[in-house]
């Protein structure tokens, strides 16, 4: 399974983006079982939890940073997961890494995920 984010970019504090991670390759339909996430990775810091959505979209978990102001979705028809960054703040500047969990659940952590993409970058001025 292959994982391709896109959507970074730069834009005023304030502002939005709005990031989507699509799956390709031979089994990327078994990733519509399986729950979805966003990380990210800001220079010299460890990669953090942002949201997380469940295999059918029920069930979404967000860090507290980012709640309120982001919103996970995904189309399971198309195998793609979307983030949705509103007002958004220099400190939400970094990496964006999309991944595909191990299993149905909205996992946090790093270790239940199973398949990661290559990031996209997002810059936020101040």
């Known amino acids: 399974v292959q994982l391709q984010a896109s959507g970074g970019g730069l834009v005023q504090a304030g502002g939005s983006l709005r990031l989507s991670c699509a799956a390709s390759?031979?089994?990327?339909?078994?990733?519509?079982?399986?729950?979805m996430g966003w990380f990210r990775q800001a220079p010299g810091k460890e990669r953090e939890f942002v949201a997380a959505?469940?295999?059918?979209?029920?069930?979404?978990r967000y860090t507290a940073s980012v709640r309120g102001r982001f919103t996970i979705s995904r189309d399971r028809t198309t195998n793609t997961v979307y983030l949705q960054m509103n007002s958004l703040k220099p400190e939400d500047a970094a990496v964006y890494y999309c991944?595909?969990?191990?299993?149905?659940?909205?996992?946090?952590?790093?270790?239940?995920?199973?398949?990661w993409g290559q990031g996209t970058l997002v810059t936020v001025s101040s």
């Open positions: 390759g031979r089994s990327a339909r078994t990733t519509s079982n399986n729950g």
């Open positions: 991944a595909a969990a191990r299993g149905a659940t909205p996992a946090t952590s790093t270790s239940e995920y199973r398949y």
């Open positions: 959505i469940s295999w059918n979209g029920g069930d979404t």
